[in-house]
């Protein structure tokens, strides 16, 4: 799969384009997707997806905007299992949030990525004042020489799939929602990189992954870690700022690894999380964190004799 930032000169190819924010990449994202690529296939063109850095509603209210769902390497990872050949990431600022839908749709979208299908929700809207829906996108087609394929709004349990109800769920620790929206684990990756060395000193050593700043997903839990042995491994992590030994810490995932000892460093794996085990706490001192990291590793530890893990590819 190719991943452009911004919009490479001279793109001749045709493509059968789906536009969105598709940060968690839900079963609304899914269907958007998996109709484009069917449609490429069908017509010998590209599979494209065109989405925006930062998020337009951060954009707009800094201070205000989403929390993120999934971090772009594991974004682009599903993209492209999901049979997507190119994906642009479009900078979202001022020039871009001030074109109107049509110079938007005629500029950017035919002119220079070559459209000539585009499959988008039925409540899709674009362009300056997000004044352009598909109605105007139907307008447009004949004069300019595109397809519209309208996706009907998908539902789980009788609401709108969404990214919202994703970070609520994740908000919640309600991984068992989190699936069913997105019709699979969730999964989190990166290298392994040096930090502290604290847990090392007190019997549980970790892996450490970065992750963004503004990532929704916080707390301790059961998880598999995909990429280090043959088969998963089971494992507790926690997502958060380690208040306890640091004030203003960086969001980090550290893994202990419940049957495994090695040298990780560098290596880049994957992290699925399995069940939500508890908050990120600020404990009185540090005998009374490794307390209750033995009662978590207990707790992981019968969570996952009963939960298998999924195939990562």
Request: with cysteine.
């Amino acid at each position: 799969m190719r991943t452009c930032l911004g919009i490479p000169r001279r793109l001749r190819a045709s493509r059968v384009l789906t536009i969105g924010s598709f940060d968690g990449l839900h079963q609304g994202h899914l269907a958007l997707v998996g109709q484009a690529t069917s449609l490429a296939q069908s017509f010998g063109h590209l599979a494209a997806l065109l989405t925006f850095h930062p998020h337009p509603r951060r954009f707009f209210q800094p201070e205000q905007g989403p929390a993120r769902v999934l971090p772009w390497r594991d974004r682009l990872l599903r993209l492209k299992a999901l049979g997507v050949d190119e994906v642009f990431i479009l900078r979202f600022q001022e020039a871009l949030a001030s074109l109107s839908p049509e110079r938007f749709v005629s500029e950017v979208l035919v002119g220079q990525l070559s459209m000539k299908a585009i499959v988008v929700g039925e409540d899709f809207r674009f362009g300056q004042r997000r004044a352009g829906n598909v109605a105007l996108l139907q307008a447009l087609s004949e004069p300019l020489g595109f397809q519209v394929y309208p996706v009907p709004i998908v539902q789980s349990s009788g609401e709108r799939s969404s990214s919202s109800g994703l970070r609520s769920a994740l908000l919640a620790g309600d991984l068992a929602q989190v699936r069913a929206l997105l019709q699979g684990p969730y999964m989190l990756s990166g290298h392994v990189c040096h930090g502290q060395q604290l847990g090392r000193t007190l019997g549980f050593p970790t892996l450490n992954l970065r992750m963004p700043e503004d990532l929704a997903a916080r707390g301790i839990f059961a998880v598999w870690v995909h990429g280090l042995a043959p088969r998963p491994l089971a494992g507790v992590a926690s997502l958060g700022r380690r208040p306890t030994v640091e004030d203003q810490g960086r969001l980090l995932l550290e893994v202990h690894l419940l049957n495994w000892s090695g040298d990780a460093y560098g290596r880049c794996v994957r992290v699925e999380l399995v069940e939500y085990l508890r908050g990120e706490e600020k404990f009185e001192d540090l005998p009374a964190m490794t307390q209750q990291m033995h009662r978590d590793l207990q707790r992981a530890g019968s969570v996952l004799s009963s939960s298998p893990p999924v195939h990562a590819p």
